[in-house]
Nanobody
Framework: QVRLEESGGGLVQAGGSLRLSCAAS????????LAWFRQAPGKEREFVIG????????YYADSVKGRFTISRDIAWNAVLLQMNSLKPEDTALYYC????????????????????WGQGTQVTVSS
């Protein structure tokens, strides 16, 4: 069983930055693919970024390329999401998700491809 906990959300002005963290307990990430999804009010949950923990291979949604970066904190068994140049349309509840890795698993972008989910952390970007 993998338990995920997100942190780092908050309120920021447009153009600002935030860093989210997803920490795991119960198991290490070594054989898992991790991803960040987000869900804005009235919208479906959408894929943001995925990373294969063991290879470091990552995959980004077009809407965040050049602005968001995913990285691994191996010592703390956590995955970090650095968000720069934030826009009001980035406002959403951000979720961390995990599933066992396979080839090209960083490209998984559907919610039903992930077995484990955190509770989410709110990101609000004011204009």
């Amino acid at each position: 069983q993998v338990r995920l906990e997100e942190s780092g959300g908050g309120l920021v002005q447009a153009g600002g930055s935030l860093r989210l963290s997803c920490a795991a307990s119960g198991r290490t990430f070594s054989r898992y693919t991790l991803a960040w999804f987000r869900q804005a009010p009235g919208k479906e949950r959408e894929f943001v970024i995925g990373v294969n923990w063991s290879t470091g291979t990552s995959y980004y949604a077009d809407s965040v390329k050049g602005r968001f970066t995913i990285s691994r904190d191996i010592a703390w068994n956590a995955v970090l999401l650095q968000m720069n140049s934030l826009k009001p349309e980035d406002t959403a509840l951000y979720y961390c998700a995990a599933s066992p890795s396979t080839a090209n698993s960083a490209r998984r972008n559907r919610t039903d491809e992930y077995a484990y989910w955190g509770q989410g952390t709110q990101v609000t970007v004011s204009s």
